[in-house]
């Protein structure tokens, strides 16, 4: 991709930036730059390099599921102010 100076006008009206001629000159010159070595990135070979989604390799630190008694429900809805069909009962917040 050529970065043109119009691209760079266009970039900085979108940002609303207010930029000198001088300094839309040595965005276009720095962003060609930039744009050259992504392009030399691109030119690497990399069929035998595997995928990767991060840097360091991690492992996944969560415990396992495991199935255990739960509280007794009759005894967490004693304390509701009121409740239908064995679930707390609140009220209407939505119109």
Do not use: W
């Not at 207010?18 to 690497?44: C, F, H, P, R, W």
């Not at 990399?46 to 396992?64: A, D, L």
């Not at 409740?83 to 609140?90: A, H, L, S, T, Y």
Request: charged share 30%; hydrophobic share 35%.
């Amino acid at each position: 991709m050529k970065i043109t100076f119009e691209i760079i006008e266009h970039v900085a009206d979108l940002a609303r930036l207010n930029l000198t001629e001088s300094e839309k000159q040595k965005l276009t010159s720095e962003m060609a730059n930039i744009i050259g070595y992504v392009d030399k990135l691109n030119q690497l070979d990399t069929t035998n390099v595997p995928p990767t989604s991060h840097v360091k390799p991690i492992s996944n630190i969560f415990r396992e599921d495991v199935v255990k008694e739960s509280f007794d429900r009759e005894k967490i809805l004693s304390n509701a102010p009121s409740r239908d069909n064995g679930c707390f009962k609140v009220p209407k917040v939505v119109e």
